[in-house]
Structure formats: structure tokens, C-alpha cells
């Protein structure tokens, strides 16, 4: 049995794995097979031992270590991190990855300072160089990737952010565990961080991208709300739905109901044109199902041309135009 | 009501970015510097805060001596003073040794709330506000849209974005850390009156014995992790660049997209 342990700690709503959980098990399998440890995996929640029995028969892991405790059923940072440092402090894992999901992103940190861990949200890949872990993550927007790495002396635990798509949940090796109670010995006398006072719609949800089959696509690069008819003359010559990307939105250019992304619509048209969208990895999780994606953008590296199968590197207010143009020719009108 | 808001200076995104020739960093000279996008929300709503309910803003930065601009642009937004982490001890850090570093700074100037951006636009962490407020021992939300004071300034209403567009309702107990998304208000322009009024307000710099802190124990030294190499993304599976002018590119789309994808 490996000394080393490395964690995969998982995000469940009522029993329902995220779909982000299984490429983070897959990712904790690879980085185990690297460096030499087992994986444990670890679901918190009230009433989660189902769910625990249910992987424990999946997947090749040591351990499902199995949190349940009523402090669990809704998630709250404060409770999850009462949870999880004391455990760790405990049982020492080297590594303890999450799916890079906005729940872990608000928690994770904070539990990395409580355990004295490294943080490195977002990891996009991971390979070992000369004994140590080279994390690979996005800097600037996604405009560039870095590479960085843990100081080897610190001994302390990595705490890690699984991208989607950064390995593919089919990678995930099946097999069995042992199911385990996760000793909660930090939820004794907890007192709650935060009142849940409910859930609400972002956006009035009146437009539904999800079914457009061709989304002429805005970005920051517009550069105005009343620039926006380049945009939106396209769209009519192709029969198109208008989105936008975050950036789009927050400008007031555009409703909310129209943004595509992580924190917005998830789509997937015939045909996806990104005008002056640099795409950020928030964007591309909305859109990278899209069967053709076409990209105009004035500056080559934006990273929307890694995602697209056309491109062109131009000013979207002199290429959208001429576009429009030879849209209505080849259709005759 | 004292209420502290953390930015952070970072290259402008629609900047033209270079790596260095031995992939450190990038080209920082002639790079054009702005606020961070959701630090200069974070400012809006603390600013708008201090307004309505009574109470100074005070800003603080990491940075060096360049980002005492950004201090300036806070001031003449309408903060009342500035602290600047500027000592050489403090730069290069992580969100570890940077929430550390703020922690101590807002200790000092005993504020009651703290307002920050909930990721920058450089290093992309997205983490150091949650840091520091774990030092604090201070609850935190991240990626606010929403903020209202409640209770006569004892608790407050938060609004936090979830996934796929839905909103979660919380309400926590002050003091507290809230950090804030792009797009939960408006943020305003500088006023010429303003930036006149922002050169005679104090600007005061910090260094790690100021803060009682141990000068290895913050910035580069205090880090838990460190920054190995930039690099473009790959671009080997990337999109088929159509060359020539905009209308000859446009042509070129219009056929790939008739033949190749059968969508016109």
C-alpha cells in the first residue's frame, strides 16, 4: 500500500454527483499513478452513505471516505471547511484535488490556509519534472499558461483545482473501495458562517440560446453598446440568435438573459461566431459543444482560436460588415 | 463604519502581451497598468456603502511603486486614504502570503468590512480574499452580485453566484469579507474635482515590520507556490486562419461554411 495519499473531494447535490466529480477522480488517479499514492475519495453531505456504497463499486480508489453529518446537507464554506481541516491535518494527504466548480473556489482556498497548503486553482494540466509536480494553469485571461510548482520544502498539503476538461472523465479507471466514515470531529459545537436565504434566477431566463442553431456571439471587443449593430445585423442575414460573453454584459451592452458561460447559458448551435470574445475558459465552458465555431478577433493569441475550426485576425467592425455582405450574396438576397 | 477594499494593479487585459525570452513573466515595460476589473467593482460598492450608510473608505494594494497609481485613482474615486504594501518584501507573493499581508493591513486600521475583487486578471487565483479572511477568522463569499447592509450595519444580505444562472441568498454577520464579481453595479468615473481632492489625501506606505509581520513570511519568500514558466497556449489543434482583407476573409468563410460545415 502506497504511504502517499492523494484526495479527490468530491461536489454532490442530493445524491447526484457534479459532472465535473469524475474527471477530478480521473485527474487524482493520474497524478497517483506519478507520484507514487494511493487515491481516496471523499464525498461530504447528510445522509450521503448511498452515494458513497454507489462509487465505492465504481471506481479503483483505496478509500470512499464518507462525511454525514445534518451541518453537511447544504453546502456552506464554513461547515465544509470545519469538516475537511481537521481531517486532513489528520491524516496527511500530499495532494487533495476539487472539481473547479465555483463551490470549491469559494471554500478550497480557505481551507488551504487553515491546513497551511498551497493553493493552485484551475489546473488545466500536470506532469512531474525532476521530482516535483508542474502544475499547468491559466494566467492573463487565458491569454498565456503558466507553469508552476509547490516549494519543496514546505511539505505541506497541495490543494488543486480540477478544469473541465482537463481529463476526460472516461479516463476514470474502474474498480472498487472500501467505504469509510470521515471523522468530523471539527462539526462538534459548529456554529453556522452563513443564513441560506434562498435561491433565485439570475436572469429573467426569457431567451433560450440552448436550442439556437446558429449564435452570432459578442465579446468585449464590440466596444460599446452602440456599436452593437454590426453584431446584430449579422445575426439577422443568418437567421441567428445574439449571445455575449460576460464582459458584454456587466458593460450593460446586452440583457443577462443573452450571456453564455460558466455563470450564464450553456449551448450548442451548428454554427458559433465569436466577435471580440478573447475566450476565456468561464466563456468556453458555455460553448465548446458548438459543432463549428467560428472566431474574428483582432489579436492572434487570443486563446478562441485554440477552440475554433476558422479564424480570422482582423478588426470585427470591418470583417462583421463584410461578412453580413457576403452572407446575403451567397443566399441570394 | 470602516470599511477596507484590497486591489490589485494588473497589466490591461487587451494589452499586447510578450514573453519574456526566458519565459519568467511577461514584458512589463511600456505594458499599459489598470485596477483589476472586479477590484474596480469591489471600489464602486464600497465607496457607494460609505456613502449611503455613513463611514470612510481606506484602500490597500500589494505592489510596486507603480501601483501607487492605482491608489490615486482610488482616492479620487472617492476613498479616503490609502496604504501601500510596497516594500520590497511584500512583491512576488501568492495568495497565501498575500491574504497574510492584507490580514495584517486591515488589523491595523481596524476595519469592520472588507471589499475585494473575487479574482485578478493576472495570475488568476481568484483566491487571496478567501485567505484573508480565514486569517481574519472573518466569514466570506465570493463572486457577490449582490450586497445590502441589514440590522442597523450588524449582518448582511449577499447575493452569490452559482452555476448555470442561478443566484444563492445569504445572509452573514459582520465584520466580513465580500468578494465581489464584475457587474454588480455601475462603477463611476473619476471627477476632475476629484482627482484634484485625491492629491492632498494621505497615501501611506507599509512595510512588514509596520504590520508586525516576519518579512519571510510574506510576498516571494512567504509563498507556497511559485511561478515556473510562461508560455502561449499551444496552438497545434487551433482554428484554420482565413488570410487577406476583411471581404476577402469573409468570402472565404462564406464558402468553408456552404461546403464544409452545409450551413448557408
Not at chain 2, 515595460?29 to 464600497?46: H, K, M, R, T, W
Not at chain 2, 497609481?69 to 498575500?98: C, M, T, Y
Request: negative net charge; proline residues 5%; hydrophobic residues 45%.
Amino acid at each position: 500500500m502506497a504511504a502517499r495519499k492523494v484526495w479527490a473531494v468530491l461536489q454532490q447535490r442530493g445524491g447526484e454527483l457534479n459532472r465535473q466529480s469524475r474527471e477530478t477522480v480521473a485527474a487524482a488517479q493520474e497524478l497517483a499513478s506519478q507520484v507514487d499514492a494511493a487515491v481516496d475519495v471523499v464525498v461530504l453531505g447528510a445522509g450521503g452513505r448511498p452515494l458513497a456504497d454507489r462509487l465505492a463499486g465504481e471506481m479503483a480508489v483505496e478509500r470512499v471516505l464518507c462525511g454525514d453529518h445534518p451541518a453537511l446537507e447544504t453546502y456552506t464554506p464554513g461547515a465544509y471547511v470545519a469538516a475537511l481541516a481537521p481531517a486532513i491535518r489528520q491524516q496527511a494527504p500530499s495532494y487533495v484535488l476539487f472539481p473547479h466548480t465555483y463551490q470549491s473556489m469559494e471554500y478550497f482556498p480557505r481551507l488551504a490556509q487553515q491546513v497551511d497548503g498551497a493553493i493552485v486553482p484551475a489546473v488545466a494540466g500536470f506532469r512531474l519534472a525532476e521530482g516535483t509536480v508542474l502544475w499547468t494553469r491559466p494566467v492573463l485571461g487565458g491569454k498565456l499558461q503558466a507553469d508552476v510548482r509547490v516549494k519543496s520544502a514546505s511539505g505541506s498539503p497541495v490543494l488543486a483545482s480540477i478544469q473541465p476538461g482537463a481529463i476526460a472523465a472516461d479516463r476514470l479507471r474502474a474498480g472498487s473501495g472500501a467505504v469509510e466514515a470521515l471523522p468530523l470531529d471539527g462539526l462538534a459545537g459548529f456554529v453556522p458562517d452563513r443564513e441560506i436565504l434562498g435561491i433565485e434566477s439570475a436572469a429573467k431566463d426569457e431567451v433560450d440560446l440552448s436550442k439556437a442553431e446558429i449564435i452570432v456571439a459578442a465579446g468585449r471587443g464590440v466596444g460599446g453598446a452602440d456599436k452593437m449593430g454590426v453584431i446584430e445585423e449579422l445575426a439577422r442575414a443568418l437567421g441567428a440568435e445574439i449571445g455575449a460573453s460576460r464582459p458584454v454584459i456587466d458593460n450593460g451592452w446586452l440583457a443577462r438573459d443573452r450571456q453564455i458561460g460558466s455563470s450564464g447559458q450553456t449551448v450548442a448551435p451548428k454554427l458559433y461566431i465569436a466577435a471580440g470574445i478573447s475566450g476565456a475558459i468561464q466563456h468556453l465552458v458555455g460553448m465548446k459543444g458548438a459543432a463549428c465555431i467560428v472566431a474574428i478577433n483582432k489579436d492572434p493569441n487570443a486563446p478562441i482560436f485554440a477552440v475554433a475550426r476558422y479564424g480570422i485576425v482582423g478588426d470585427l467592425h470591418e470583417v462583421l460588415p463584410a461578412l453580413t455582405a457576403a452572407v446575403k450574396e451567397a443566399k441570394g438576397s | 463604519m470602516r470599511i477596507a477594499v484590497c486591489i490589485k494593479q494588473v497589466p490591461d487585459t487587451e494589452a499586447r502581451l510578450r514573453v519574456r525570452p526566458d519565459g519568467s513573466w511577461i514584458v512589463e515595460e511600456d505594458l499599459p497598468f489598470v485596477i483589476n476589473e472586479s477590484d474596480e467593482y469591489a471600489l464602486e460598492e464600497g465607496i457607494a456603502l460609505a456613502e449611503k450608510a455613513g463611514g470612510e473608505v481606506v484602500v490597500f494594494t500589494i505592489g510596486p511603486a507603480r501601483a501607487a497609481e492605482a491608489l490615486r485613482k482610488a482616492l479620487a474615486l472617492g476613498a479616503a486614504r490609502a496604504v501601500h504594501l510596497s516594500h520590497a518584501a511584500f512583491q512576488g507573493g501568492d495568495p497565501i502570503s498575500n491574504g497574510r499581508a492584507l490580514a495584517a493591513a486591515v488589523a491595523r486600521e481596524q476595519c469592520d468590512l472588507v471589499f475585494t475583487g473575487s479574482q485578478s486578471d493576472d495570475l488568476g487565483y481568484g483566491a487571496t480574499g478567501s485567505v484573508l479572511a480565514a486569517a481574519l477568522g472573518w466569514p466570506h463569499a465570493w463572486l457577490v452580485m449582490g450586497f445590502a447592509l441589514e440590522e442597523g450595519g450588524r449582518s448582511c444580505r449577499v447575493v452569490r453566484e452559482m452555476e448555470s444562472g442561478k443566484n444563492e441568498l445569504l445572509r452573514l454577520q459582520l465584520p466580513a469579507v465580500i468578494e465581489v464579481q464584475a457587474g454588480i453595479n455601475h462603477p463611476r468615473y473619476a471627477s476632475l474635482k476629484g482627482i484634484m481632492a485625491a492629491k492632498k489625501k494621505p497615501l501611506s506606505e507599509a512595510s512588514p515590520e509596520d504590520l508586525g509581520l516576519d518579512p519571510r513570511a510574506v510576498g516571494k519568500e512567504g509563498a507556497a507556490v511559485e511561478l515556473v514558466a510562461v508560455r502561449s497556449p499551444q496552438s497545434g489543434a487551433g482554428a484554420q486562419i482565413l488570410p487577406g482583407d476583411a471581404a476577402t476573409a469573409a468570402k472565404a468563410l462564406v464558402e468553408k461554411l456552404r461546403n464544409e460545415v452545409r450551413i448557408l
